[in-house]
């Protein structure tokens, strides 16, 4: 509750949480919110400027910028978004596992993790789309696969750092359940290490599957998609630029967004770096109200 009272007083992480709430309804809303059918053809009205019926005119196929980008941040930021969720709960549960019990189940969760950590994510992600074949649903399930050993690795240091509490020690010694022990006394202080790690991962998340389906290789067509929508309008980028304007922007917006959230949420749930700021702010002279009255009298 604290830190949503605190975000009202920082204008740049409440923009940040607005647009990315603004966006993810707006996808999720996408049949009652898109001006016109996304996946319908007027080719008399190809590469058309925009107008007061299309607002972000038509592409290659007279078909509505502006809806298509309403309905591409469904696979964009939604199913990212549900890709993401997975990743963070298997990593969550097995970086719990590792990082209470330890001993051989810790060394071998570990191992695992350190296997798939030791490819580059892109190249690994590619090859698992080479074997599966190209699609959305087989890049969501490549991040998947790579996504969770980060996380795993992640929160089992934030457990490890936790579980040698003296809380967590009481509860041992009078017999309480292991797992009882990790849902009451461990997963409320390492939910704020989860959240600044998926929050990060967010957005270089989106980039990739954006990436991904520019080159052709994530969602196909009719379907919309960000990244799809730059390729599309890649072969007439320099006699009508504009048409990689709306996709290009919405990329950029929207991971900028969840950037600047991501520093928020990391300083707001770190009560180290909390202190930090405020320590800093008192030096660069935005001082306390006790400090200004030291001053003035």
């Given at each position: ?30 049949p009652f919110i898109a001006p016109h059918d996304p ?169 990739q599957i954006s990436g991904f389906s520019f080159l ?82």
């Amino acid at each position: 509750m604290k830190m949503w009272k605190n975000m009202l007083q920082d204008k740049l992480a409440l923009l940040s949480f607005s647009i990315i709430s603004l966006v993810m309804v707006t996808g999720l809303f996408a049949p009652f919110i898109a001006p016109h059918d996304p996946y319908e053809v007027h080719m008399v009205l190809r590469y058309a400027g925009s107008s007061w019926t299309y607002w972000l005119g038509n592409d290659h196929l007279g078909r509505c910028i502006l809806s298509r980008l309403i309905y591409g941040i469904r696979p964009s930021i939604l199913w990212v978004f549900a890709a993401l969720a997975v990743s963070v709960g298997i990593g969550a549960m097995l970086g719990f596992i590792a990082g209470y019990f330890r001993g051989k189940i810790d060394a071998l969760l570990m191992r695992i993790c350190d296997v798939m950590l030791s490819f580059p994510g892109t190249v690994m992600t590619l090859a698992i789309v080479g074997i599966l074949g190209v699609g959305l649903e087989n890049i969501l399930t490549a991040f998947i696969l790579m996504k969770w050993a980060w996380f795993a690795r992640v929160i089992r240091t934030a457990v490890l750092q936790y579980s040698e509490s003296d809380y967590v020690k009481f509860s041992k010694a009078i017999g309480v359940k292991p797992f009882k022990i990790i849902y009451r006394h461990i997963v409320p202080v390492t939910l704020s290490d989860i959240a600044v790690t998926a929050s990060s991962s967010f957005g270089s998340m989106i980039l990739q599957i954006s990436g991904f389906s520019f080159l052709g290789l994530g969602i196909q067509a009719p379907h919309a998609e960000w990244g799809m929508m730059l390729n599309e309008a890649r072969g007439v980028m320099f006699s009508r630029p504009e048409f990689m304007v709306a996709p290009a922007l919405s990329i950029m917006i929207v991971v900028s967004a969840i950037h600047f959230f991501s520093d928020y949420l990391q300083v707001a749930l770190n009560p180290k770096l909390r202190t930090s700021k405020h320590k800093a702010g008192d030096f660069a002279g935005t001082t306390t109200p006790r400090l200004q009255e030291k001053e003035v009298a």
